[in-house]
């Protein structure tokens, strides 16, 4: 059974930092595309940044320059560090992973309080 597992959303003050993880199990991990995606309230979900298995990156327009997504093949996990946050990344972020197939962690809420 494939399960990702979020961690390390709260709330934080504008400017703050907080660092998301995603751990993953019943997977090669190695072999995934990894992203995190986030959904404010009202919105749909949308891409924040992915790692390919190569080690590619990129990162929605909004966050480049603040956020840094990275991974660990050894503990099966991605990372999504966020500095500098704004009250407009506010929303619930997910995990994605996808091969041949698509699999989304449960999310974790981030607040960013003005």
């Known amino acids: 059974q494939v399960q990702l597992v979020e961690s390390g959303g709260g709330l934080v003050q504008a400017g703050g930092s907080l660092r998301l993880s995603c751990t993953a199990s019943g997977i090669i991990f190695k072999m995934y595309y990894m992203a995190w995606y986030r959904q404010a309230p009202g919105n749909e979900r949308a891409l924040v940044a992915f790692?390919?298995?190569?080690?590619?990156?990129d990162y929605s327009d909004s966050v480049k320059g603040r956020f840094t997504i990275s991974r660990d093949n050894a503990k099966n996990t991605v990372y999504l560090q966020m500095n500098s946050l704004k009250p407009e990344d506010t929303g619930v972020y997910f995990c994605?992973?996808?091969?041949?197939?698509?699999?989304w962690g449960q999310g974790t809420q981030v607040t960013v309080s003005s």
């Open positions: 994605h992973a996808k091969l041949y197939t698509d699999y």
């Open positions: 790692i390919t298995r190569h080690g590619t990156i």
